[in-house]
DNA sequence: ACCTACCTGTTT
DNA sequence: AAACAGGTAGGT
């Protein structure tokens, strides 16, 4: 499901609305979603910060008031189906609800919010870990050790992405872009528009890219990214923000899904096939 | 550089 | 009944 302009979504919304509030209490309903090889109890954390890289979410919690409690890195990826959602903390019922966190404001207030982990297909993850694990490689989780650059980053240049691309110059573009090592934070939505907007086919093989079409390439993440954050991402079917409400870059999708109608450009047909294991989509006429 | 497994739900 | 779905880990 989500891809970085989902993840950042609900970063941005929860970034906004709960930090500084405390865990009061912890359900956890499936265990197995969550990684907690020290068994470190959350009761009584304060969510300090949350950043992301790629597609995980980085919750800091800082110590309770309890001595020695040291700090924690919460650290969520949602993979399909995943969705982390604020409600009212009385609401239960929904399906697939595999952990909730009741939170206290951080005016010592009631509790009446909970951050609730749902997710259909249960790929999705939680890591527990304590804070300096972040430079300690092996505690963290594989993908997180190895992901590429961030697109949005005012670092990620042509000269990046070529050189990261150099790295695996035998595969369709299409299968570097999906390669978190290459670059962090692309899905099959994302990486199929930014192929689209930059005119290039997707089965072109990496190492024959010109230099001018991996700056078109550079230029064209980008866009695509800022432009599904700026509509709080792409609702499907799954994906909902930091609140529970869909996005709506689905609106504005070019060839994601479209195969078989005609192209938004041009008219021709929208192609599909599968590569690098995944359906793509482009079109025939504007991508060579 | 591919393949399958992990899951549940929806569509063909 | 079978194919398919926004992702990745692990095996070959």
Same mark, same amino acid.
């Given at each position: 499901? &989500? ?19 405390? %865990? ?6 499936? &265990? ?11 009761? *009584?954390? /304060? ?20 001595? *020695? ?5 919460? %650290? ?16 239960t019922g929904a399906k697939h609800v595999?952990?909730?966190?009741? =939170? ?16 259909? /297909? ?40 070529g050189r990261q691309l150099g790295k /695996? &110059?035998?595969? &369709?573009?299409?299968?570097? =872009? ?42 064209? %993440?980008?866009?695509? =990214? ?63």
């Amino acid at each position: 499901m &989500p891809e970085l302009p989902e993840v950042e979504t609900i970063r941005r919304d929860l970034q906004k609305n709960i930090t500084g509030c405390r %865990i009061e209490s912890v359900n956890l309903h499936t &265990p197995e979603v969550l990684i907690n090889n020290d068994q470190i109890r959350l009761d *009584g954390y /304060r969510i300090d910060s949350i950043g992301r890289r790629g597609k995980y979410l980085l919750v800091r919690l800082a110590g309770s008031e309890d001595a *020695g409690a040291q700090p924690v890195w919460m %650290i969520v990826h949602l993979r399909m189906t995943g969705r982390l959602y604020l409600q009212d903390s009385g609401v239960t019922g929904a399906k697939h609800v595999h952990v909730s966190f009741r =939170l206290r404001g951080p005016d010592g207030l009631t509790a009446d919010k909970q951050l609730v982990f749902q997710d259909t /297909r249960r790929f999705g993850r939680i890591w527990v870990l304590p804070a300096d694990s972040l430079g300690n490689p092996l505690d963290l989780p594989g993908g997180l050790r190895t992901l590429g650059p961030e697109p949005l980053d005012e670092n990620f240049t042509a000269e990046v992405l070529g050189r990261q691309l150099g790295k /695996r &110059p035998h595969t &369709p573009i299409k299968g570097a =872009l999906l390669d978190q090592k290459v670059l962090a934070g692309l899905g099959n939505i994302y990486a199929d528009e930014a192929l689209f907007l930059s005119g290039i086919t997707p089965s072109r093989m990496t190492g024959s890219l010109k230099s001018a079409e991996i700056s078109r390439l550079t230029a064209s %993440i980008r866009k695509v =990214l800022e432009q599904a954050v700026s509509c709080q991402g792409t609702t499907l079917r799954d994906y909902v923000d930091g609140w529970n409400r869909k996005g709506r870059f689905q609106e504005c999708l070019q060839v994601y899904g479209r195969g078989g109608s005609p192209c938004l450009t041009c008219g021709s047909e929208i192609s599909k096939q599968k590569l690098a294991g995944r359906t793509t989509c482009w079109c025939p006429t504007c991508q060579s």
